[in-house]
């Protein structure tokens, strides 16, 4: 085939499709991809009983957890292997068992090895539920195994 | 009752209990409260196969976790509510399945409603995980519910 | 009178004029407001040889001040006395001498006495320089001495 | 000489110079480098008229540059050139026109080509005004012109 560069938005779908399939953590939370298009990704995750800190309102660990990982998606798919180096988190409001949030995260700067990426929580009714910032580092590598079209064989 | 007034020592590990025990998100993780003095705590968590990322390394989120959960230790172990406000981490090496991670919270700044609290995860041969600044904001309220010396609740 | 309450496009602009007749270090600096409309600033900064530091690009700390500049006119132009309680940075590209710096800030989240700002700095060119993000905090009290109509004093 | 390999603190203190030499921003501050060793850097800054904000405060932007210089110079004084790739920093307390303001960096963490440093910030009575986390890279080349020993120049 001759056409063997992959479309960035299916190459952005494979890298996430392959992402989560190994991402144990994403899977425990209940966490999943709604969308995955080159330097963006959107998240959601429904907030169980288990997620509760003794405020009864879901653990700031966990709000990361979903903001975080909207960012690992966002950051790694255009198939450069990319790690977090540091990121920050604001609380604005509460998220309570039961909520459905979601988690868009956007690319906001990449130049080098290094990128910026913004990433909101909304709870279902509209509220911003927190703002985070991540920080992105290439590394060597590739997310996908090789860079031929992503069949539909599962990854390692 | 003359000894009304409990003392620092014992006041802050009977926030921890009651804390603790309310909080399904860090039991969930298998956290453990370690120490609990007044401005700072010391928490445990090990590295299950189910907190593990694609890349077969503990989720920057569940480190944010344990670490989020020691500074709210830290931070409301003087019986004063005190949530969140916002939170920073770097990452500076990687946890894989089994490590057994300690993170030790320490206010640093205290004054009026806001506070700043230092946390560092550490894995079990000593080696710094990563490095986390937390922003607290005193509400109304206490965290224990009364003032009456604590009973013998089982801390976790 | 039935005007008393005032224009709040206007009152932006007269919060502005007056915090910055004051500000000796954003003077000091050559900043220049050239908007304040409510929640959002934009401010300019010309890069002098006295603002290079070593490496003969413009001091970090000093991009920091226009952003931080840029923050502070779109906290406090509804008339409202907001201070900083923390800020982050990053660094993107360098700014060189006689740069034309531009910092747009704008309200992301404001609730209770709390809000969150993001700051972009461009260079003349467009290139993204560095992006902030502030953190606010109200005080009682508001910017303009009293809430009658500004007077036409000049701005910076 | 056979003794090419200079001491790390006379090193740092080389390094500081030479940054400092060339530095105009931060001379323009009448900022001054009172210690340097490896990792480690303290810096004072007195608070002029010409700092101050609207709130007659010393803005927090010049207090930001004080910090990041003291970085600046713990990063780069073992003589491996370091850039700031981003910085937090959080405002615990006020200083005003005349105040004597030291900032102490240093180094928690460096590995590969990045690192951590943390910078507190305190009055001459010792109340500590802000603390300040920076993350450096590492790029190529020295901050000395070339490794030998360092000529008798003077340091501000």
Redesign the interface.
């Known amino acids: 085939m001759t056409d063997s560069a992959p479309d960035p938005e299916q190459l952005a779908q494979a890298c996430s499709e392959?992402?989560?399939?190994?991402?144990?953590?994403?899977?425990?939370?209940g966490i999943r991809i709604l969308e995955s298009t080159p330097g963006r990704a959107l998240l959601s995750m429904v907030v169980r009983?288990?997620?509760?800190?003794?405020?009864?309102v879901?653990?700031?660990?966990?709000l990361?957890?979903?903001?975080?990982?909207a960012f690992?998606h966002a950051c790694n798919n255009t198939n450069k292997a990319t790690?977090?180096?540091?990121?920050?988190?604001?609380?604005?409001?509460s998220a309570r068992e039961g909520d459905l949030l979601t988690a868009e995260a956007r690319e906001?700067?990449r130049?080098g090895r290094?990128g910026?990426y913004d990433v909101e929580i909304q709870r279902q009714d509209g509220t911003?539920i927190a703002?985070f910032?991540g920080?992105s580092?290439q590394i060597r590598g590739s997310v996908l195994p090789d860079t031929s079209p992503p069949t539909e064989e599962k990854t390692a």
Chains 1, 2, 3, 4 share one sequence.
Do not use: K, P, W
């Open positions: 392959a992402m989560h399939e190994n991402d144990y953590a994403t899977q425990m939370l009983t288990d997620m509760l800190n003794g405020h009864a879901c653990h700031g660990g966990l990361f957890a979903l903001a975080d990982s690992a790690l977090a180096s540091g990121c920050s988190i604001d609380f604005l409001a906001r700067s130049s290094t910026i911003l703002v910032r920080r580092y």
